[in-house]
């Protein structure tokens, strides 16, 4: 069975999408509250919108692959 | 009779309507029967596959989680969830491709070609093991949750919803599996959205509701309460959860049932905005449970405490919500391994498919006889099992290298590891026992394969 890996750009994205993965389980400290919400909750908040934004971004840049 | 039990019997008389009506269009092959003649759009197959990976566990056992633990629960799927459309890019589009040249119809039927025999029999054996006591912890969630409104013993309505599930399994397979899970994860949205919004008008706003839970302060930082969700752990959630689409063969097989690639565009981008939908309002729920009680029996009871600010009517609806979780993810997941049992151990035809989720599905009612205290607890057992089929599964796709000798050995060596850690040894530095068992089955993956 044919085998394909990954290639330069679509290891940069692994890249990219690995740090987003392993951003939200460091032990950033983050203080910022928002509606009275914790500082914890609001980082992961933000960084849900920062993993959606990427994903659109991802859909986007690799809309022509799917053809 | 109550507004409820009408509302909840003419949501089972519409399923059954929607499999009536695929049926009529049923084919006899095996892969019409499994995969709907891989013929399904982009909106069904995004609806199919957010249905399927949202169980009962979203509606009952994530407020549960908010409620017991705090906002760690947050992590523990959020991430995952989102970023998972990654893997529709990466692992989707080629299973894809390699299902409809190879003619593939099950994912372990392609550790089968990829490797030999008797690593895709250890890979369906494990799946077996560890998808049937979820299966049946799906019956028993949507047993209870409806004798809470109809008033007979759970496990008589659970072997009601058992039938149920199998009569539309079988009249219609995958196409009226797939069908039913859009109707279903409709729903689940649905009543995710109007709870919230309840809860969060009940409270007076957003800010009123975590100014009144401040005081609180071990719901509102991690590890939480009973000290459960360090970060090691929710990282080791992450991967169990992120990788479900490659080990778990109810979400593997939606990729092979898309007509073309565009469908997975699609689903890139809808899948992320779905859990968004789907996982915030349990935050909401399970915080909303915890100002009205604080000393609930169990973590599993935030929903239908919180329901008790609601009319009738929006009650109703929301246990038809769970009811429908619940189906959505047991259908797919019996087809599943009817699949895996009809194909890859047995070269079966349409009757022994027939037969097998028959027999599936009775196991998995046997099984709910004695049935667990906490819902969660066997779900979060059936990501970790199914985890450690992630390596051989990734290197086969991806790696030249990875052999049959490096893929059996993965597999064994991370189901044992993670059952050392999880039953008889403490694992380390505070990561979940299926980590190791992960870190086990990759380092083996690639050391057996450059040994022979």
């Not at chain 2, 058992?162 to 599996?177: H, P, T």
Request: hydrophobic residues 55%; proline residues 5%.
């Amino acid at each position: 069975m044919e085998n394909n890996s990954p290639d330069c750009m679509q290891k940069t994205w692994i890249a990219v999408f690995s740090v987003l993965a392993l951003l939200p389980y460091l032990p950033i400290p983050f203080e910022h509250t928002l509606f009275n919400m914790p500082g914890r909750l609001v980082y992961w908040i933000l960084m849900t919108v920062l993993c959606l934004c990427a994903v659109l971004a991802f859909t986007l840049y690799t809309w022509g692959d799917f053809e | 009779m109550n507004i409820a039990i009408w509302i909840i019997i003419g949501y089972l008389i519409l399923c059954l309507g929607i499999a009536y009506y695929s049926y009529r269009k049923r084919g006899n092959s095996l892969e019409d029967f499994f995969l709907g003649r891989r013929q399904t759009g982009a909106f069904i197959g995004f609806m199919t596959f957010s249905a399927t990976l949202y169980s009962s566990f979203m509606l009952v056992g994530m407020p549960g989680f908010f409620y017991t633990h705090g906002i760690g629960a947050w992590a523990f799927v959020m991430f995952a969830d989102v970023l998972m459309a990654v893997l529709l890019y990466f692992v989707g589009r080629k299973m894809w491709e390699i299902s409809k040249e190879k003619g593939i119809i099950t994912p372990t039927e392609f550790v089968e070609k990829r490797y030999n025999r008797v690593v895709g029999i250890t890979a369906v054996v494990i799946s077996f093991v560890f998808l049937l006591p979820y299966i049946s912890t799906q019956i028993i969630g949507a047993g209870i949750i409806l004798g809470s409104v109809i008033g007979l013993p759970p496990l008589v309505l659970s072997l009601i919803i058992a039938i149920i599930i199998f009569i539309y399994s079988e009249l219609g397979g995958m196409r009226s599996v797939s069908w039913t899970d859009a109707l279903q994860g409709s729903i689940l949205v649905f009543v995710s959205l109007v709870v919230m919004l309840g809860v969060i008008s009940h409270f007076g706003g957003v800010a009123s509701m975590f100014s009144s839970l401040s005081e609180q302060t071990d719901v509102l930082s991690i590890p939480g309460p009973n000290g459960y969700f360090t970060l090691p752990m929710l990282f080791s959630f992450f991967l169990m959860i992120f990788l479900m689409p490659v080990t778990q063969p109810q979400l593997s097989m939606r990729f092979f049932i898309l007509k073309d690639k565009k469908a997975l565009r699609t689903m890139m981008f809808a899948i992320p905005v779905f859990a968004v939908l789907a996982i915030v309002p349990t935050m909401f729920v399970g915080f909303g449970a915890r100002l009205l009680d604080p000393a609930l029996a169990s973590g599993d009871l935030a929903l239908s405490t919180v329901l008790g600010l609601f009319p009738p009517v929006i009650v109703a609806i929301a246990i038809v919500g769970v009811i429908a979780a619940s189906m959505s993810t047991a259908d797919s997941q019996v087809l599943a391994l009817s699949s895996l049992v009809t194909r890859d151990l047995f070269r079966g035809k349409i009757r022994t498919a027939r037969l097998s989720m028959f027999i599936i599905i009775g196991l998995a009612v046997l099984i709910a006889v004695q049935p667990p205290k906490l819902i969660v607890t066997l779900s979060i057992l059936s990501f970790a099992g199914t985890l450690q089929l992630a390596p051989a599964m990734i290197g086969g796709l991806f790696w030249k290298k990875g052999n049959s000798t490096g893929a059996l050995a993965s597999m064994l060596s991370g189901i044992a590891i993670m059952v050392l850690y999880q039953w008889f040894w403490t694992s380390p530095m505070g990561f979940h026992p299926a980590f190791w068992g992960f870190i086990a089955a990759t380092v083996t993956y690639i050391l057996g394969s450059y040994i022979r």
